[in-house]
């Protein structure tokens, strides 16, 4: 209880001890971006197998979130809990395997710090409270949707559809918005974009997007309400032109190359749950249209 106390008195002190937290979940999202995919194509495999009565391999080791312990890809190295801590360990290592030395990838620091970061913001502006609670979980999992997503252009079920329940479930607190709201932002977070995909499917005969990305936007309708839908769907194309350039700039993507829609809804709908009333306040101030 001294604890709690002192978080919730000391600003300074709950900010820091977020950003610790925000580090070492930071490095339980390494794993799940990278093992949950493969948990699905593995499922997806043996259901395949199921319905076309097939054997299936022996040899396959158990993989989940939690076993077996992380190792280096390259020479099987068990990776001892000093080399696994966030940051510190990458810059002690100086980027390699102590076994073999070969490379890490600079991504696994990057979203160790990205997690921290975010982690610090969201404490920062909400401050300690239930609020702060609900959106450090949001933000964890729209980290881990987006980076799935530029991995393999896949929004995972398993994510997104908990998450939708969880923000219909904070409505009849209300946290962030509250049950009419929610349950009509769910509802229409997912229909304006599975309408946007039938109509450019009817135009040009291609798909335009994923049915993971209607999922998502009714994530973000149940957790936000309905009002702040189109301030989510203008700020992702915003994002999307930027980021989507600078990537076609500097990775020399084709203008036809498929590129994820998840990350710039997720950046988009993070952004409006911190500021989102706050942005909408200031443009009908600017457009006049405020009483």
Known sequence: MELLSLLEQSPAFFVATVLVVGL????????????????????????????????????????????????????????????????????????KCSACGTPISVRYPLVEVLTGVLSAVVAWHFGFGWQAGAALLLTWALIALSMIDIDHQLLPDSITLPFLWLGLLLSLFPVFADMHASLIGAIAGYLSLWIVYQLFKLVTGKEGMGFGDFKLLALLGAWMGWQLLPMIVLLSSAVGAVLGGTMMIIQGRGRHQPMPFGPYLAIAGWI????????????????????
Request: hydrophobic content about 45%; charged content about 15%; proline content about 5%.
């Open 24 to 95: 070492m979940v930071g490095s339980f999202l390494n794993v799940v971006i990278h093992r949950l995919p493969i948990m699905m194509q593995r499922e997806w495999q043996t259901q395949a197998r199921d319905f076309l009565e097939l054997e299936h391999p022996a040899d396959q080791a158990t993989l989940t979130l939690a076993t077996p312990a992380s190792r280096c890809p390259h020479c099987g190295h068990k990776i001892r809990f000093y080399e696994n801590i966030p940051v510190l360990s990458y810059l002690w290592l100086r980027g």
């Open 272 to 291: 409006a749950l911190l500021w989102g009333e706050r942005i909408s306040s200031a443009y009908l101030r600017w457009s006049g249209l405020a009483g």
